[in-house]
């Protein structure tokens, strides 16, 4: 091509080898983006301060000879799950279980047809279930989560992860996942941290499917818990779930918990409302560099719009202090490319 091109050549040739030469530079072009976007760990993430911030505090820790290193065994990140790492709107998803296995389970309690809050559970009557206040929450939480094996509730679990849909998206819940808190998830883990989830959520429920959709194993899940009994039925050893709670895994819970499963205060943390306030002051209390985020429900086109006024996921206190200690605040709105992974190019 290069004589042709230096002798000059016919006409139809000097065309030929120009668009040539067009089509081996847009070729180029095309590897070299293909190449970046493969290097991008948060390909999902827009560019932009947070992206840096996140960047810039993994390059500090894991650059050896460097005074902000720290070794793998203390790379220890934390993340709030509900409307952290998954949606948690018009109600926490767990929530949306509970009513399903009331439903599910009503034909063994046929006194809840004239019970509240399980005859509005059963209705659907939102308003009546709203009216039995946070005592009827927890009645309907207690009896759709305990009076079985950790088995058995761990296999009701799975089938309604599997099949329910969320009542405005009507997509799987495991669907609503955030796909760039999966990636950073990944990038974390990349970089020789460990991720442990840390969530006001029950332990059991999460236990049940988080490891396939977030490839964190049941050991590095604390959420909240129930007592257990231990029995033999059938000859066969088996834990019995209790109506009593052992440990509330939110707000001021969320330290006592990290501090019960590892020991140690984590390096980084995520979560995004005022229930993971303390969870983030008791990481960055520690010494070295500390990372804590927090994501702002900002995109009410793609997800939800929620902050200082939400009776889900209510955002104000630590809000307040994430902008005092300049922590980390993710803008749905403007620092996520796409929201759930079905939406990735």
Known sequence: MYDVVRAGGTPARRTFACRWAALCLLAAMAWTNACMAAQDPLPSWNDGATKQQIESFVKKVT????????????????????GTLWAEQPAYFEFFFALDQVKALSPQHPEWKTT????????????????????GILELVAATHSGMTTDEFARNVNQWVSTARHPKTHRVFTEMVYQPMLELLHYLRDNGFTTYIVSGGGQDFMRAWVPAVY???PEQIIGSQGELKYEMQNGKPVLIKLPKVALIDDGPGKP????????????????????????????ASGDGDRFAGLVHHTDAAREWSYDRQS????????????????WTVVDMKTDWKVIYPAEKQ
């Open 63 to 82: 650059t050896e000879g460097t005074p902000d290193f720290v070794e793998p065994a203390k790379r220890i990140a934390v993340f709030d799950n509900d």
């Open 116 to 135: 509240e809050p399980f005859k509005s559970a059963l209705a659907g009557d939102m308003k009546g279930l709203a009216a039995s206040g946070e005592k």
């Open 311 to 326: 009776k889900i996921g209510k955002l104000d206190k630590a809000q307040d202090e994430a902008t005092a200690k300049h």
């Open 215 to 217: 490839g964190i194993p």
């Open 256 to 283: 006592v918990g990290i501090q019960r499963s590892l020991g140690v205060k984590p390096i980084f943390a995520f979560g995004n409302s005022d229930g993971d306030q303390q969870m983030l002051e008791w990481t």
